[in-house]
């Protein structure tokens, strides 16, 4: 079993829907979860950050995890088509060095006018 | 503030020769990172430099070598590259190290080894 799982989708919405993306994983150490979005031809940006278990609001953004469920998600509401991009999970057990973060393989959303 | 570049942004190569990927970090930033992304293995940490010193690699062959010079700028090297070694090689940055400190990721270098 991979550490982290993640749907590679691709996931198609109509623009204003509401997306869901979710990641599992199965260290249950890990305690600090991100979200990066990756649009075409680009690196990777930082979304939401969240330190251990809880929900985070950033926008039309919403993170939340669920330790005891070992389950994070990352919703948007209102999506708008420059939403279209792959959004990846991250997390890590250990906040020392960002080479401990274990990234998912990322969700491919693409929003439609 | 200009952000992170890397050169060349794309590269090809064939099997057995070797490759340097450079990463100019945002100004100020001391600590910068190499990952490695593939579609069929993700996003994958090779190293972590800060003040020159390597602070943490991943689980890559030896074949993969990094350095960061005073000016925090850093390459990274790949010997004898394998047709495997075809990936985008991400370059980020950030002001110190640790997750607490917000990554910076350059647009890549595209490497195809023929």
């Known amino acids: 079993q991979k550490e982290v799982e993640q749907d590679p989708g691709p996931l198609s919405v109509p623009e204003g829907a509401i997306v869901s993306l979710n990641c599992t994983y199965s260290?249950?150490?890990?305690?600090?979860f991100m979200w990066y979005r990756q649009y075409s031809r680009k690196g990777p940006e930082l979304l939401m950050y969240?330190?251990?278990?809880g929900n985070k609001e950033d926008g039309r953004f919403t993170a939340q995890v669920d330790k005891s469920s070992k389950y994070i998600s990352l919703f948007i509401r209102d999506s708008q088509p420059s939403d279209s991009a792959t959004y990846l999970c991250?997390?890590?057990?250990?906040?020392?060095?960002?080479?401990?973060?274990?990234f998912g393989k990322g969700t491919k959303l693409s929003v439609k006018p | 503030k200009a952000g992170v570049t890397q050169t060349p942004r794309y590269l090809i190569k064939t099997r057995g020769q070797q490759v340097t990927l450079s990463c100019s970090p945002i100004s100020g930033h001391r600590s910068v990172s190499w990952y490695q992304q593939t579609p069929g293995q993700g996003l994958q940490f090779l190293f972590e430099y800060f003040s020159e010193t390597q602070r943490n690699k991943g689980n890559f062959p030896g074949r993969f070598s990094g350095r960061q010079f005073s000016n925090s700028r850093s390459e990274m090297n790949v010997s004898t590259l394998e047709l495997g070694d075809s990936a985008l090689y991400l370059c980020a940055s950030s002001f110190l190290t640790g997750i607490g400190n917000e990554q910076f990721f350059g647009p890549g270098t595209r490497l195809t080894v023929l």
């Open positions: 991250a997390m890590s057990d250990y906040g020392g060095s960002q080479g401990n973060l274990i």
């Open positions: 969240t330190y251990s278990s």
């Open positions: 260290n249950s150490a890990f305690q600090y």
